[in-house]
């Protein structure tokens, strides 16, 4: 099993892979320093181009695998290694799922905290991506070839790789890849970088382009055309950082939230698979105390756990996106919960709930972004809230904001990790901390 060498300048060296890094890269000690490259395992005797430093560490190019590790094996999609979609393919099973939890484990490690109460991790199988961000780019003359290339952008790179196929996405995203790209190709300019937000919601594909300019009426036309063929339920345009423009709107997109239907604003965010928001959703519900009357969800986006949680208790959400809070406020009005759910649009970072703000709830969930939730953290560190439910995206934000917790007086009584993001370096974590 060899890859063939690439011509060019860098040492090139030969090493045997000692580790895997939290990006998945395998790693190697060279000369004293560590040298990461992408698509290697431990166990892996590989030939290698040094191709620079980054963070304090090298980074090397695989050239050619020498001898394999006991742990690899034949990855099953045609596009891994060029696609970003996925890191891990070429790690058997049981070593990935070890693998997936010890980031767990290391980042609670790093911080002090206690690993006896991480739990197995909940696994969300592959084809289930409901929701994902594309990339198109029209190459004209480029050495890539001539056209319309959609799909994810190759790691650490901008360049598209062509999806032709993808054991990740649902059946109904996967479809609509060929029509999708046939109606791009003749409206994205030369060297134009499109950016796709496709979301297969419970009426149909909610689809918002992003692009640095204004729709034409040619725009707007093979949209519509498209929508059409495809029976997508919504098609927005977002020029620059701006607010999303519906194009087209045939029927409004709708996911469900416990019982209450919510039409998400154009490209916003929801939980990936259907599977793992439930996954995340019965973890948080089971660490909600059966005598809690108030609530608060903290990141509440556009209410995926907020109106589970309305149903045992009165709930005060916040989010830092209006579009979002705008969702979760017509949705709760159209359900008769305006007396269960109360929502306001808040930067948490900046402005997070004050210690007198937190202490009349009898629990707090929180679900920040991939940074964490720090300053909200110091507040709670604070406050007599008796149980905080952490979800999160990134196990080493959540350490460091557990930490915080604990030195306030919480003790972390569980954490269950979910991987609802296969073959990725990506995992989200479920976690009870008590005073």
């Known amino acids: 099993m060899r890859r063939k060498a690439r011509p060019g300048g860098g040492r090139q060296v030969e090493v045997t892979i000692e580790g895997l890094g939290s990006r998945g890269d395998g790693y190697a000690e060279l000369g004293g320093r560590l040298l990461f490259v992408?698509?290697?395992l431990p166990g892996d005797?590989?030939?290698?181009?040094?191709?620079?430093?980054?963070?304090?560490?090298?980074?090397?190019?695989l050239l050619e695998l020498i001898e394999a590790g006991p742990s690899r094996c034949a990855a099953p999609c045609p596009h891994f290694g060029p696609c970003g979609g996925c890191g891990l393919q070429h790690l058997d099973e049981s070593a990935y799922a070890v693998w997936k939890r010890g980031q767990v484990l290391q980042a609670l490690e790093r911080r002090g905290l206690d690993t006896s109460t991480v739990g197995e991790m909940v696994c969300?199988?592959?084809?289930?991506?409901?929701?994902?961000?594309?990339?198109?780019?029209?190459?004209?003359?480029s050495p890539e070839g001539q056209g319309l290339r959609l799909g994810f952008y190759g790691r650490d790179s901008h360049?598209?790789?062509?999806?032709?196929?993808?054991?990740?996405?649902?059946?109904?995203?996967?479809?609509?890849?060929p029509p999708l790209r046939a109606a791009l190709e003749p409206l994205a300019g030369a060297d134009e970088r499109w950016g796709l937000v496709v979301c297969e919601t419970e009426t149909g594909v909610d689809l918002c382009l992003q692009v640095h300019r204004a729709p034409e009426l040619s725009d707007r036309e093979v949209l519509a055309a498209l929508a059409e063929t495809s029976d997508l339920a919504r098609v927005s345009w977002q020029e620059g950082a701006g607010e999303p423009e519906p194009i087209v709107v045939r029927r409004a997109p709708v996911v469900t939230f416990g019982e209450v239907a919510v039409t998400p604003?154009?490209?916003?965010?929801?939980?990936?698979?259907?599977?793992?928001?439930?996954a995340l959703a019965d973890l948080v519900l089971s660490h909600v105390p059966g005598d809690a009357t108030r609530i608060a969800d903290l990141y509440c986006g556009c209410g995926t756990f907020?109106?589970?949680?309305?149903?045992q208790a009165r709930v005060s959400a916040a989010e830092g996106d209006g579009l979002a809070i705008e969702a979760l406020q017509a949705a709760a009005r159209r359900a008769g919960l305006v007396d269960r759910v109360a929502a306001e649009q808040r930067d948490l970072a900046r402005?997070?709930?004050?210690?007198?703000?937190?202490?009349?709830?009898?629990?707090?969930?929180?679900?920040?972004?991939?940074?964490?939730?720090?300053?909200?953290?110091?507040?709670?560190?604070?406050?007599?809230?008796?149980?905080?439910?952490?979800?999160?995206?990134?196990?080493?934000?959540?350490?460091?904001?557990?930490?915080i917790l604990a030195d306030g007086g919480y003790r972390l009584a569980s954490l269950v990790p979910v991987d609802q993001f296969?073959?990725?370096?990506?995992?989200?974590l479920v976690a009870c901390l008590e005073r």
């Open 159 to 177: 360049r598209v790789e062509d999806l032709r196929s993808c054991l990740i996405l649902t059946p109904g995203l996967l479809a609509l890849i």
């Open 265 to 278: 604003p154009p490209g916003g965010f929801l939980q990936p698979s259907r599977a793992g928001e439930e």
């Open 124 to 141: 969300v199988p592959p084809g289930n991506r409901r929701r994902a961000v594309l990339s198109a780019r029209r190459c004209g003359t």
């Open 38 to 40: 992408a698509l290697t």
């Open 306 to 311: 907020t109106f589970r949680l309305s149903g």
């Open 351 to 403: 402005r997070p709930l004050a210690v007198d703000e937190l202490d009349p709830f009898d629990c707090v969930v929180f679900d920040p972004p991939r940074v964490g939730a720090k300053a909200q953290a110091e507040m709670l560190a604070q406050s007599r809230v008796p149980r905080v439910i952490a979800v999160s995206c990134n196990p080493a934000t959540f350490a460091r904001d557990a930490r």
């Open 45 to 61: 005797r590989a030939r290698v181009k040094v191709t620079g430093e980054q963070a304090g560490a090298l980074r090397g190019e």
């Open 422 to 428: 296969p073959w990725s370096m990506h995992l989200e």
